[in-house]
């Protein structure tokens, strides 16, 4: 079976800065990794270069065993890889579901499907641990649950590969 992602050689600089030198790594079906270091050792560029974010100089990725360079997080999205980063990325005046779904919208007859939203909506909380109901306001819940409304919306897009950054 191979590697849900494999980085091979990847080498990464900015400016006179190398931040990444021939670094390697994979994760196979079912496998948690975490990224270890001190602040500046290159963990956020890495993820970055997995989800699309910024390119590598140097090296290959290749996801379930087809070499990619993505050129931007929509090209890693459409290959499985979602991230959730530390800054939310939340609207505070529209729904958790709403939220969930922004953009990727449950819809039915070319409308959107409100019910259908809020029903898969409350699955992937349930899935996270939250019992928040989908359709209160982002604003009114904590950063806590926020975070988790953010993972849920990863989730939302069928993910294969999910990073968290910090």
Known sequence: MSALIELTAIS????????????????????????????GAGKSTLSKIMAGVISADGGEMKVEGKAVRFASPREAAAHGIATVYQELL???????????????????????DWNETNLEAGKLLKKVGLRDNPITKAVDIGVGKQQLVEIAKALSKEVKILILDE
């Open 12 to 39: 990464k600089s900015f400016g006179p800065v190398k931040v990444l030198k021939d670094v390697g790594f994979d994760v196979q079906p079912g496998e948690v990794h975490a990224l270890l270091g001190e602040n």
């Open 90 to 112: 939340l609207f505070p005046e529209l729904t958790v579901a709403e939220n969930i779904y922004l953009g990727n919208e449950k819809s039915r007859g070319g409308f959107i």
